[in-house]
């Protein structure tokens, strides 16, 4: 890992957090993700389970994490499965955790700290002490994945092992108790949205007629990992002129040309949190009138919604408000007819046709984070913000997007320290 350890004094909070919600003897299995083929014998880089990393702080394949806080034996209440290492290993994949390492990373006690291999042996006198099972699953509301992951060939698994068992969904309790950032989450946080502004205050540099798109993502990489993050927290979005218009444009390789806008939608990952950055500038350092108009009004609901991100809103309500404050600005643009909008179906705005998409949703972990829409907003979760407008007629597409930690007396931008206002980003293009 390039990121600086992590106390693991956050890892063992959260699985007292967790225990908690359980119901009387309950043991929970959790299971690193699998690393991915490529073609021939290649494989993608790997990504560790979040649920896995949250409760564990391991980041290290075909890891496993049991928990039964009511076992009658202590070793057995919070026990860690690692892949035993070995020359051949070290020598082709290098260095993989020790006991006394795992121990230190996640505050497990060594004496309950297991190889893989022994899984079965271990397992067998923890399940039958336990009536209920929490098995895990991705119940994400945009996950659309087709894969089978390890975490469902394991409930097959177990069904046909322990068939008397009762089974438990173990993603509801991580949703609750992931949408609540502790205090040494946000600086994670943080820290990923100040190496994300290095980067973007180092574009405003280095963007000018002429550059390519993917020229602009090497030099965010070079900034990126050299502050020894992760890489981008998502595939970049590098998209100039009409490719603005495209809400998940990722070829950038188009040439950016004079006159131009680029939405840029990039940003940093820092010790497997993630930070979600857009702006959107001017190719040659000045923005027309046109341009300038569509940003002030992205810019105004930008505003207006970090307003509305405060401890017992609801998402649905939260939603439905900004899109009326951005109806009122497209209605300003002479892109919408106030009289049309008046007589619109209220089920399908008009303004949908200009802003297609929600204005936010969770970060932590993973950049479109766990969460429960119904629940109301509380003191301690991480909301993006993210409006914009897309003309496609014109070529023309603005989005911006800050990061907003709401707390029990209104919120903090952790993004207010990157340039925003078009005069401050004009005159640090032309600097």
């Not at 040659?284 to 009138?289: K, L, Q, V």
């Not at 998409?357 to 109301?376: A, E, I, M, P, Q």
């Not at 023309?396 to 401050?424: A, F, V």
Request: contains cysteine; glycine residues 6%; hydrophobic residues 40%.
């Amino acid at each position: 890992m390039k990121y600086t350890a992590i106390a693991n004094e956050l890892f063992v909070t959260n699985r007292r957090r967790l225990s908690v919600l359980l119901k009387p003897r309950s043991v929970v299995v959790l299971n690193a993700n699998d690393i991915m083929p490529t073609n021939a014998d290649g494989t993608m880089g790997f990504r560790q389970s979040s649920d896995l990393f949250y409760l564990s702080g391991v980041d290290q394949e075909e890891t496993m994490l049991v928990l039964f806080p009511d076992h009658p034996d202590e070793r057995f209440r919070e026990v860690l499965f690692l892949r035993e290492t070995s020359e051949m290993i070290e020598i082709w994949e290098g260095h993989k955790l020790t006991k006394e390492e795992a121990e230190q990373t996640s505050g497990i006690s060594k004496k309950s700290i297991f190889w893989t291999h022994e899984f079965e042996r271990v397992f067998i006198q923890m399940v039958f002490e336990a009536e209920h099972i929490y098995l895990n699953t991705n119940e994400h509301t945009r996950n659309s994945s087709e894969v089978e992951t390890r975490d469902v060939r394991m409930i097959r698994q177990f069904r046909e092992k322990y068939p008397l068992h009762q089974y438990q969904r173990l993603a509801p309790l991580m949703h609750h108790l992931r949408a609540i950032k502790q205090p040494v989450e946000v600086d994670l946080l943080k820290e990923a949205v100040r190496i994300t502004e290095d980067g973007f205050r180092r574009l405003l540099k280095f963007v000018k007629p002429g550059v390519w798109e993917y020229e602009i993502e090497a030099e965010l990489l070079h900034e990126f990992v050299r502050q020894r993050s992760q890489g981008f927290a998502y595939t970049p979005i590098i998209a100039s002129g009409a490719n603005a218009c495209v809400l998940h444009y990722v070829e950038n390789n188009r040439q950016c040309r004079d006159g131009d806008i680029i939405l840029l939608d990039v940003a940093a990952e820092y010790g497997n949190y993630n930070a979600d950055l857009t702006r959107s500038i001017p190719v040659n350092g000045r923005f027309s009138d046109r341009q300038k108009a569509v940003y002030q009004a992205v810019l105004h609901v930008m505003k207006e919604a970090k307003k509305l991100l405060v401890p017992g809103n609801v998402w649905d309500d939260y939603h439905k408000e900004v899109g009326k404050i951005m109806e009122s600005q497209l209605i300003g643009l002479g892109l919408l007819d106030k009289n049309d909008v008046a007589k619109q179906d209220p089920d399908n705005p008009l303004y949908r046709k200009y802003f297609m998409h929600g204005t936010s949703h969770f970060l932590g972990l993973d950049v479109h984070d766990v969460g429960n829409k119904y629940r109301k907003f509380e003191p301690g979760m991480v909301f993006t913000c993210e409006p914009g407008i897309y003309i496609r007629e014109e070529g023309l597409g603005i989005r911006l997007e800050n990061n907003i930690l709401i707390t029990e007396t209104g919120n903090i931008d952790l993004m207010d320290s990157i340039p925003l206002e078009i005069e401050e980003i004009e005159e640090l293009m032309n600097s």
